[in-house]
C-alpha cells in the first residue's frame, strides 16, 4: 500500500510517501521538505505565533494535495515537541484540521522515543544485541534502550539544537560565555536524568539518528547523503571533540558552507554538536552509528504491525 507520513517536527515540516507492505522495508517514492523551524517561530511563553501557525497550515494543506496527487491511501500525520509544548498547541492543530482536514496528532516524548528505537531496531535486527539510541531534534533529546523491539528505558529531554539555541545562543558568531553556559547546563540537564538508561545495562551498539547526528558525521569524514543508506557512517567522539572549538568560532554563514550542513541547519549545529558531546561523553561512548530510519520510520513500520494485527485479530501492540 501507499502511505504518507507527514512529520510536523520543531526545524522542519516533512512529508514522505512510501510504498510499503509487510515483511519488507518501506521504499520512499516521494519526498517533500519544508524548513518551517516552528522552534524559532514561538513567542516568549512558548507558544506558537500567529504567523507561525499560518505557514504550518498552509504547508499541511499543500501536503495533502500532494500525498493524494501521489495516490496515497492513508496519511499518518503527527507532530513532535514544537506543538506539544506550546500551551496554544490544540488550538493549532484544531485549526488544521478544520482548514486542511488532516487529523495532527501528536506524540508525546516517550512514544518519539519508542518510536525512533522501534525503527533502529527493526534496521539492525537481532544480531545488534542491547541498543543505545540517542536522537537529536530541534525541541528535544530522545535517549532510548533495550535488547527487544520495545525498549526498557525511555527519556526525552528539553535539549533540542533549535530549542537551545534560541534560549541561549543569540549571538552570531555565539560569545564565547555563553557557550560555556550551554556546555555546563546541557550537562546538568542530562546528568540528572542519567541513571535510568545506565541501570539497565551496557549496549552492544550506540546509534544516533537525526540530521543533526547525520551532519556531525559527515563533518568527521562519514560518506555524504548521495552514497545511499546502506553505506555504514559513523561518528567517533574524539572527531567531536575536535569540531565542537571550531563550530563554536564560525558564523551560521561560515558553518552553512561545511559539507553536510544545510543553511538552514547551520545557525543550531554547534547547540547540537554540544548536546552529542555530553551524550557521548557522559555515557561513555567512544563511536556510534549512524542509522538512516528514525521517527518516520518507526510510525510506518508500527502501522503495518497494526494492520497484520487487525486482520489476524490478535491483541494490538503500544501505538
Request: hydrophobic letters at 45%; a negative charge.
Amino acid at each position: 500500500m501507499r502511505l504518507g507520513v507527514l512529520d510536523v517536527g520543531s526545524n522542519t515540516v516533512h512529508l514522505l510517501v512510501v510504498d510499503a507492505h509487510v515483511g519488507a522495508p518501506p521504499v520512499p517514492a516521494f519526498s517533500d521538505v519544508t524548513e518551517l523551524r516552528l522552534a524559532e517561530l514561538l513567542d516568549a511563553k512558548g507558544a506558537i505565533g500567529t504567523d507561525g501557525a499560518r505557514q504550518l497550515a498552509a504547508y499541511v494543506r499543500e501536503a495533502a494535495t500532494m500525498a493524494e496527487d501521489k495516490g496515497v491511501e492513508e496519511m499518518l500525520a503527527f507532530a513532535t515537541s514544537a506543538i506539544r509544548d506550546a500551551p496554544n498547541g490544540e488550538a493549532v492543530i484544531a485549526k488544521i484540521r478544520s482548514s486542511a482536514g488532516v487529523d495532527l496528532q501528536v506524540v508525546s516524548g516517550e512514544d518519539e522515543a519508542r518510536l525512533t528505537f522501534f525503527a533502529v531496531r527493526r534496521w539492525y535486527g537481532w544480531s545488534s544485541g542491547r541498543l543505545l539510541v540517542l536522537d537529536i531534534g530541534g525541541g528535544s533529546l530522545e535517549v532510548a534502550t533495550g535488547s527487544d523491539e520495545e525498549p526498557d528505558a525511555v527519556n526525552s529531554l528539553p535539549l533540542g539544537a533549535g530549542r537551545l539555541t534560541r534560549d541561549m545562543l543569540a549571538d552570531d558568531p555565539p560569545d564565547p560565555d555563553a557557550v560555556r553556559a550551554l556546555r555546563k547546563h546541557v550537562r546538568a540537564a542530562f546528568a540528572r536524568d542519567l541513571g535510568r538508561v545506565i541501570r539497565v545495562g551496557a549496549p552492544d551498539r550506540v546509534v544516533g539518528t537525526s540530521k543533526t547526528f547525520r551532519s556531525l558525521a559527515r563533518l568527521a569524514g562519514a560518506a555524504p547523503s548521495d552514497e545511499g543508506p546502506y553505506v555504514r557512517r559513523k561518528l567517533r567522539h574524539q572527531s567531536l571533540l575536535e569540531w565542537v572549538p571550531k563550530l563554536s568560532a564560525m558564523t551560521a554563514a561560515e558553518r552553512a558552507e561545511l559539507p553536510g550542513v544545510s543553511p538552514g541547519r547551520a545557525q543550531q549545529l554547534l547547540a547540537g554538536a554540544i548536546v552529542a558531546d555530553a551524550a557521548m561523553d557522559l555515557l561513555g561512548v567512544e563511536e556510534l552509528e549512524i542509522c538512516p530510519w528514525a521517527l518516520r520510520e518507526g510510525v510506518i513500520l508500527r502501522r503495518l504491525d497494526q494492520l497484520v494485527t487487525d486482520e489476524s485479530g490478535a491483541v494490538p501492540t503500544r501505538p
